[in-house]
């Protein structure tokens, strides 16, 4: 094998590596599976993109969607995008199925220009958003009510209990406090790589709507931004720096041309 070979046979098994670790990450937290999960990916200037990853039977028992839940049923993407198209979000994607454990699932994702504005869309409207700056922070808080469960309204959906829903946040800048907390130790969760926190509840008590309070007290600069004003420093320096050796060796040589003038 030649080494230009070798190089393309390691690259294509790192990028193999890094898709299994995002497709474990979109999975969910510490590698579970879950029947209903939110990921907010929320901006300091209030913007945001939320991606659902849900089977269906959870889209109609909590969210009231009309839509087919049979296994073997038909995907009504365009009822799927029209629950979740409203005046305050776009609807970007509705994925192409697929399967676990015999139901279907899909992923949804929508952008909004203004988080607090989020609940008008109904399958968003179990909770209200809060983001404003207190006492030199940034706080961002969610507040999830009930759910739009009606008993009866699915039959022979296949839950046994042990079903696990969760809402993440991946939030731009330094996390100072966070109320996020383990399902499994009821123990605060230590924050992800890319600034992630999440906050799970079992199936069966969001079906009966116990509410998941968030709060999130971050720093109001994002680390982006601060990672540019770094970069920029010392680019700056740097740059400082090699005029101020240029003008040192011209000087210096004008004084040797100098010297040996006299002389």
Known sequence: MSRRQRAVLVA????????????????????KQYEY?????VSLDGSATLVVNASLPALVALRGLQIDSNPSGRTEDEKIRAAYQSPVTEVTRVSP??????????QVRVTVSDIRKLHEAAPFSWSHYGLAAQSGVTVFTQHIGASAFTPGTLQNVGWDGSEIVAFRLH?????RWHNSR????????????????????HLTD??????????V??????ILYRTLWLFGGAFLAAVTLLVGLIWWTVRKGRRQAASGGAS
């Open 37 to 41: 999960e939110e990921d907010l990916y």
């Open 12 to 31: 294509a098994v790192l990028a193999l590596l890094l898709g299994s670790a995002a497709c474990n990450q979109a999975r969910g937290l510490f590698g």
């Open 171 to 175: 939030l731009p800048s330094k996390i």
């Open 97 to 106: 199925p697929w399967r676990r454990k015999g139901r279907r699932f899909v």
């Open 217 to 222: 007290e971050m720093e109001s600069q994002s």
């Open 206 to 215: 969001r079906l009966d709507g116990a509410p998941v309070d968030i709060r």
């Open 182 to 201: 383990s399902l499994d130790t009821n123990q605060p969760l230590d924050v992800g790589r890319g600034n992630i926190l999440g906050w799970e509840q």
